[in-house]
């Protein structure tokens, strides 16, 4: 039997909702967290590899961080790979000495859910037909099933932490929904692999087959990715095929050349811009996939909800501990501001990296002349680089 009161209840166990869990723990803020499925699964989801350093900061600010520093890597650069040729884009240097953290999403999630644990943190998994309620008034609560038996959860706020296809957003009376979407007509395939990095960098690569991306998770896996159609499926390809894609993509002129490695995972995920423009109503919050959605070229995902919740921790702390409420009144705005500048630029490195079906040679052309740009000109690669390390937003 759960609680049936709490302060917070946060809706979907991912990053965004683990996080907002730990962060209100850590202030005194009473939580429950309901999540649709088991916790098993939550953690067989391959996603996100790179965090911002902010991100890494509010791990830290969280408690949750002492594996992240002994096993994630930082990077102080990534390669872009076009024409043949490889160029590096040091962010470290032009960025005043920021780097990012190669630290696997389940693996932050691996964390929150241990420090959960820990704590003693009330975690419902498997909680079926989750419904908010009444949260255009001061006592909202939330229904859901266990194990066939009804439940209802009374408290102060609801968090919809609960992913693109979640009930919070759809919950929203649809007058009150302002949303932008742009959909890609390309997927990207996924690998995790056994063996050595390729590189000491990520790299992005363009190519007129389409876009690749070498990434890491640790000296023995790694992480890679090549653009696809998203209707194709994983049956179509067989370990030799993907080779010797990534191969024709990524292989430099000058011999360097992607390992091979035993493949035990592949996925397909399809692209998808999207904005909810609106992150509340009344006392339901929206935080991370619930309420965008970014392409993963700019590695932007979990960094943009883990910047929501930070801001959703400050907004409720400071509705609890000082009795203000105008931090909740802005949460959207204040939001809104980071998620656009990231929606920009995912789409930007999107556009510029993949083969866009159909595309002029003059359009063509032109993805070449950026990445020449972004390669040569100091201020070009730092407009990069200072975007993939993560922007400070003036609400910031
Ligand atoms: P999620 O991780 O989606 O978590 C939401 C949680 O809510 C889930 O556990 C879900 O089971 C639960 N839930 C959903 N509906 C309900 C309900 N009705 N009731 C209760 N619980 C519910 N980003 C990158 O930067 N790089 C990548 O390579 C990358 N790959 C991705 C691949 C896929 C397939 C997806 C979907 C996303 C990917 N992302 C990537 C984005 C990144 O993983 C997300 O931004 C990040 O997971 C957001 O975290 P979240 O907690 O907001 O949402
Ligand atoms: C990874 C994913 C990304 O979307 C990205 O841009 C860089 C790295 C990864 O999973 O390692």
């Not at 009150?176 to 996924?190: D, I």
């Not at 894609?245 to 999207?274: C, P, T, W, Y």
């Not at 920009?344 to 359009?363: C, D, L, N, Q, V």
């Amino acid at each position: 039997m759960g609680p049936n009161r709490t302060q917070v209840a946060i809706i979907g166990a991912g990053p965004s909702g683990l996080l907002l869990g730990q962060l209100l723990h850590k202030a005194g803020i009473d939580n429950v967290i309901l999540e649709r499925r088991s916790g098993q699964y939550v953690l067989s989801r391959i996603r996100a590899g790179v965090l911002e350093q902010t991100t890494a900061d509010l791990l830290d600010e969280a408690g949750v961080s002492a594996r992240m520093h002994r096993e994630g890597l930082l990077h102080d650069g990534i390669e872009l790979s076009f024409g043949g040729a490889r160029h590096r884009i040091d962010l470290r240097a032009l960025t005043g000495g920021k780097q990012v953290v190669i630290y696997g999403q389940t693996e932050v999630t691996h964390d929150l859910m241990d420090a959960r644990s820990a704590f003693g943190g009330a975690t419902i998994y498997e909680a079926d037909d989750v419904v908010p309620h009444d949260f255009d008034s001061n006592t909202p609560f939330v229904t859901y099933r266990r194990e066939g038996i009804a439940h209802e959860l009374r408290c102060d706020f609801i968090a919809g932490c609960d992913g693109y296809h979640g009930i919070a957003r759809a919950s929203v009376p649809e007058e009150s929904l302002k949303t932008y979407e742009r959909v890609y007509p390309f997927g990207w395939f996924g690998i995790l692999c056994e063996g050595p990095p390729s590189s000491d960098e990520l790299i992005y690569a363009r190519h007129d087959r389409g876009f690749a991306l070498i990434s890491t998770r640790s000296a023995n896996v790694q992480r890679m990715y090549f653009q696809c159609d998203p209707k194709d499926s994983v049956d179509n390809w067989s370990d030799d095929r993907i080779w010797a894609e990534l191969h024709a993509r990524v292989d430099s002129h000058d011999g360097q050349h992607v390992k091979d490695g035993k493949i035990f995972q592949k996925n397909i995920v399809g692209m998808r811009s999207f904005v909810s423009a609106t992150m509340q109503h009344g006392r339901l919050f929206l935080a991370g996939d619930a309420a965008h959605i970014v392409p993963p070229t700019g590695a932007k995902g979990m960094n943009l909800a883990v910047a929501d919740v930070r801001l959703l921790t400050k907004a409720l702390n400071a509705f609890y501990v000082e009795n203000r409420s105008d931090l909740l009144e802005r949460y959207s705005e204040t939001a809104l501001k980071r998620i656009w500048r990231a929606e920009h630029f995912s789409y930007w490195m999107t556009s510029m990296m993949h083969r866009i079906e159909g595309a002029s040679p003059f359009e063509q052309q032109l993805q070449v002349a950026e990445l020449e740009y972004v390669t040569t000109s100091r201020s070009a690669a730092t407009v990069m680089a200072e975007n993939y390390v993560g922007v400070a937003v003036p609400q910031d």
